[in-house]
């Protein structure tokens, strides 16, 4: 509908024909008299019209609208008449010139509304599209983090294997050196007795003037020393086996204090100069585990204990420990090295988080003994002090019989 502000309205328009007969009934009775509404056409639309009727022009603006006509009524009455049903129909212009408005207000909100909704609408399929786009980006970002991150858990194990390689090397080449030594020393004993074939008809004078006795009690000393360098390698061999499990890639039921020993019998020759191990163990339940990895993380705080009494510039003690409840199997590895700030110790289980210099770990040291020790069902706590040492405790759970 139309607001009208500049348009003619119909008498017929402004007032039904209920109204306008309610309406007219009641100035009838006023008046006095008979009563006829005309349109603007001249033609009646409520009473009937003679020609002898008075007659009052119904005006809402400028021209009329139609007229009211009267027989039997004082001119006073039917202008008064006249007035009221033309103040009646000026209110029901304002009212439906406001109605009007409403409606295309209301209209013109919905329609706002319908294309505000169109465009959360259209914001929402590009929001989805762009979260299902972020979700895949994600993902991959995550993979390639997860996988980068094996990486350097990868290389912080080959470090390791290095840095035990290093410590079995010069442990298996001092033996290896003086067996050398030994067997080329017995080869010139060799020659020796060769010489005497030469020389039986000498007698005892060649054997004196080779030294054959020296030769004979000397020799004998060296393949001992042979054998002993030997079986001092098979050890080292075997613990390094032992402590690797190579033979053994599932959980087996085993004893902590001998992941303990075999960690300490390796490390122990590849601690810093004026570090001492000492092991302070207490029989312990078994427990079911993965051997080889437990021993990686004995081996890796024991390492660390050496180097933080290393950088304090003083000889210290790494004292290793164990006792058993019946809830829990503790285990603690002490140092009395520089030990950390609260900040240092608040980041020390963070992937890729080290106090050393750079190209000196990868910070995956705690981190991975962490996850071991939880994979363990376990829990692992770390207390420290500036100048005053760090104490890492690893907590199993007893198993229940």
Not at 44 to 66: C, K, S, T, Y
Not at 139 to 144: G, R, S, T, Y
Not at 146 to 174: C, F, I
Request: charged residues 25%; aromatic residues 6%; proline residues 3%.
């Amino acid at each position: 509908m139309e607001a009208g502000f500049d348009r003619e309205w119909r008498i017929d328009e402004l007032l039904d024909a209920v109204t306008l007969g309610r309406t007219m009934d009641a100035l009838t009775a006023l008046a006095g008299g008979e009563l006829a509404v005309l349109g603007a056409d001249g033609g009646a639309l409520w009473g009937r019209a003679g020609e002898d009727m008075a007659r009052r022009p119904l005006v809402l603006e400028l021209e009329p609208v139609g007229q009211l006509a009267g027989r039997g009524v004082a001119a006073e009455r039917l202008a008064g008449a006249a007035a009221l049903l033309q103040q009646l129909m000026r209110v029901q212009v304002r009212y439906k010139m406001a109605s009007s408005l409403h409606l295309e207000a209301v209209a013109e909100d919905y329609e706002s509304l319908r294309r505000e909704h169109l465009k959360l609408q259209e914001s929402e399929a590009r929001y989805k599209q762009l979260s299902a786009q972020l979700e895949v980006r994600v993902k991959a970002q995550v993979a390639l983090l997860e996988e980068r991150q094996q990486m350097l858990y990868e290389a912080e194990k080959l470090a390791s294997v290095g840095q035990l390689a290093a410590g079995v090397a010069h442990e298996v080449n001092n033996p290896l050196g003086f067996l050398r030594s030994n067997l080329s020393t017995f080869r010139h004993y060799l020659t020796q007795f060769a010489e005497l074939k030469k020389r039986l008809a000498e007698g005892d004078a060649a054997w004196q003037a080779l030294d054959l006795d020296f030769v004979l009690t000397d020799g004998e000393e060296l393949l001992d020393e042979c054998i002993k360098g030997g079986d001092r390698i098979a050890r080292i061999i075997g613990e390094l086996k032992s402590f690797s499990h190579v033979d053994h890639s599932t959980e087996e039921y085993y004893d902590l204090n001998e992941c303990l020993r075999h960690a300490a019998n390796v490390i122990d020759g590849q601690l810093p100069a004026g570090v001492e191990l000492r092991l302070e163990l207490l029989p312990l339940p078994g427990l079911v585990c993965l051997p080889g990895h437990l021993n990686q993380v004995f081996l890796n705080l024991m390492r660390n204990a050496g180097q933080a009494i290393a950088d304090a510039r003083r000889p210290g003690v790494v004292r290793v420990s164990s006792e058993a409840d019946d809830d829990w199997i503790t285990i603690r590895i002490r140092d009395d090295g520089v030990g950390m700030t609260p900040e240092q110790r608040s980041k020390a289980f963070e992937p890729f988080y080290t106090t050393r210099p750079v190209g000196s770990g990868a910070g995956l040291g705690l981190s991975s003994a962490r996850n071991i020790v939880l994979a363990h069902s376990g829990r692992i706590e770390l207390d420290s002090r500036p100048d005053a040492g760090t104490t890492v405790s690893l907590f199993f759970p007893v198993p229940r019989k």
